[in-house]
Nanobody, 118 residues
Framework: QVRLVESGGGLVQPGGSLRLSCTAS????????MAWHRQAPGKQRELVAS???????YYTDSAKGRSTISRDNAKNTVYLQMNSLKPEDTAVYYC????????????WGQGTQVTVSS
């Protein structure tokens, strides 16, 4: 069925960079707002960034200025470029697809671990 597959996570030193990718097996990719969420140990899941099919973006304050979300509609792929990574960025990062019109049509990836440590 519908699957969102993330990649690009790993171990990086503080100040380093990572680019996360998420490929979605959605029939109508442009019908969905794509987003990246993260959940750190002992903390609630939080929205990091989102992007519409038209390219409108949103960033949470902690990600603003250090992260860039983008999507390639031809490839059904959304990216999250993260720079100047900090230990507090350590979390499992999840890709999300939410239908513009039907809120219940909402899919999640399995998550990819990002660890920022010396």
């Amino acid at each position: 069925q519908v699957r969102l597959v993330e990649s690009g996570g790993g171990l990086v030193q503080p100040g380093g960079s990572l680019r996360l990718s998420c490929t979605a097996s959605l029939k109508n990719f442009n019908f969905y707002v794509m987003a990246w969420h993260r959940q750190a140990p002992g903390k609630q899941r939080e929205l990091v960034a989102s992007v519409t099919s038209g390219g409108t973006t949103y960033y949470t304050d902690s990600a603003k200025g250090r992260s860039t979300i983008s999507r390639d509609n031809a490839k059904n792929t959304v990216y999250l470029q993260m720079n100047s990574l900090k230990p507090e960025d350590t979390a499992v990062y999840y890709c999300n697809a939410r239908h513009y019109q039907i809120a219940s049509v909402n899919y999640w990836g399995q998550g990819t671990q990002v660890t920022v440590s010396s």
